[in-house]
């Protein structure tokens, strides 16, 4: 796919950015942080209306046809605004549920389209998490969940469930077993292609949306080291910080251009390419964003962690997404795989 066609235009983008900016703001969060209605279904709704979720699915199937590359601009989109939705998980599955959905039952299809073209529920990831349970995240929106196992996918219906939350407030998450899944069906998937596709899309646009967190907590500190004086001056004219702030920028810099690159590999279907740009895509990026987080906390001080300020809400959506990425391929296996991909090339 010629990348011109794999892009966001300016005019889209600049759209995406203002919605999230001004929908997905730091009050809707507070309300979550505090136990308040923050209307989420609403802003689901509003997100199905504008077709982000079907963005990667064939216009045949009712899709906007764009590529991984645009995908994951949107998903960078969402870390930014800190989006407390699963449009990463909405985006990597529509593919593959709207390619199979004239094959599954009338109540399924009923399902599928209020997920994506009404916004009534949310779809739901059962990401396993020990031997017995999966992780259900967005516990406290209506929906069904999409289960793996093994190479196949299946969709299960959803009692109620006790939500509790992690370090993200924002964030409600419970765990289940297998009683707590009914009315499952299984996706009419014909070979494990789809199912491998559908894990490393997430995986990338969880990349991208970390980038997205990373980048507004960068510009929220530069922002705030200019106007922060000690001695009478800005602490951002010190060299020091300068200096500091280079070295963030470019880490940055580099993970997001490690993204760029892993979406263009998906666009050409090559394989080897696709696991080695998500293995250098991931080190790179939670390597930026744990350490972006980490000193914008410090820029802002003693304050950064208060409730007053934004800044730690960063920090915490930072350590939600690199704890999912580190359940998908753990840092010691992530070495590895970037140690034999580098033998294999000669490197």
Wanted: with cysteine.
């Amino acid at each position: 796919m010629d990348r011109a066609m794999n892009t966001l235009d300016e005019q889209m983008q600049e759209a995406v950015h203002r919605f999230f900016t001004q929908e997905s703001s730091t009050q809707r969060l507070r309300c979550l942080y505090e136990n308040k209605d923050a209307r989420l279904l609403q802003l689901w709704q509003q997100i199905s209306e504008m077709g982000l979720l079907v963005s990667r699915v064939d216009p045949e199937y009712g899709g906007l046809g764009l590529g991984m590359l645009a995908a994951t601009q949107l998903a960078n989109e969402a870390g930014r605004a800190l989006l407390p939705l699963p449009l990463s998980i909405a985006m990597a599955a529509a593919p593959v549920l709207l390619a199979n959905k004239e094959r599954l039952s009338a109540e399924w299809q009923d399902n599928i389209q209020a997920i994506y073209f009404t916004g009534e529920q949310l779809l739901h990831l059962a990401m396993p998490w020990d031997k017995d349970h999966w992780r259900i995240d967005f516990a406290n929106i209506p929906g069904p969940a999409l289960w793996k196992d093994g190479s196949q996918l299946g969709l299960r219906a959803l009692d109620s469930q006790t939500s509790y939350y992690g370090i993200d407030k924002s964030i409600a998450t419970t765990m289940i077993s297998q009683r707590d899944f009914v009315h499952t069906v299984a996706l009419p998937v014909a070979n494990d292609e789809a199912t491998t596709r559908f894990e490393q899309t997430l995986r990338l646009m969880w990349i991208a949306e970390l980038n997205g967190v990373a980048q507004s907590a960068l510009d929220q500190a530069l922002a705030y080291a200019k106007e922060r004086e000690q001695f009478g001056k800005p602490i951002g004219a010190n060299q020091a910080i300068k200096h500091r702030f280079a070295d963030l920028w470019m880490a940055l810099d580099n993970a997001q251009l490690a993204v760029d690159d892993a979406a263009m590999q998906f666009d050409k279907e090559s394989e080897f390419a696709i696991q080695s740009g998500l293995d250098i895509s991931q080190y790179v990026a939670m390597q930026a964003a744990k350490a972006i987080t980490s000193y914008a906390i410090q820029v802002f001080g003693a304050m950064g962690v208060t409730w007053e300020c934004d800044i730690h809400m960063y920090l915490k959506r930072c350590r939600y997404l690199c704890a999912l990425l580190d359940k998908i391929c753990p840092s010691n296996l992530l070495l590895k795989n970037l140690w034999s991909d580098e033998q294999v090339m000669g490197v």
